[in-house]
């Protein structure tokens, strides 16, 4: 399985990224598919996850911020982060799975004041 996280970058505060992530090596459409970050010295949490029904879930510092979908056509998920904050900084992992989750490798945001 591999998973390719993409669309990281720099951006001012307020502003929006689009992070996509392609699997490969697994049946994406049943797969249960999910953003985690990780901030400098914090753990590894989840941010966004999509099951393969389309269900989501966000937590609640992104909620009303961040939109998670996904193409089963193109076996891509997507994370859509506006009005960014400082605290939203870290490393965006992918992950994709039914019990125990495969990661792939993360992208950086940084997100300035």
């Known amino acids: 399985v591999q998973l390719q996280a993409s669309g990281g970058g720099l951006v001012q505060e307020g502003g929006s990224l689009r992070l996509s992530c392609v699997a490969s090596?697994?049946?994406?459409?049943?797969?249960?598919m999910a953003w985690y970050r990780e901030a400098p010295g914090k753990s590894r949490d989840l941010v966004a996850r999509?099951?393969?029904?389309?269900?989501?879930a966000y937590a609640d510092e992104v909620q009303g911020r961040f939109t998670i979908s996904r193409d089963n056509a193109k076996n891509t998920i997507y994370l859509q982060m506006n009005s960014l904050k400082p605290e939203d900084a870290g490393i965006y992992y992918c992950a994709a799975g039914l019990g125990s989750y495969y990661w792939g490798h993360g992208t950086q945001v940084t997100v300035s004041s």
């Open positions: 090596g697994l049946i994406f459409s049943v797969n249960h």
């Open positions: 999509i099951r393969s029904s389309g269900d989501t």
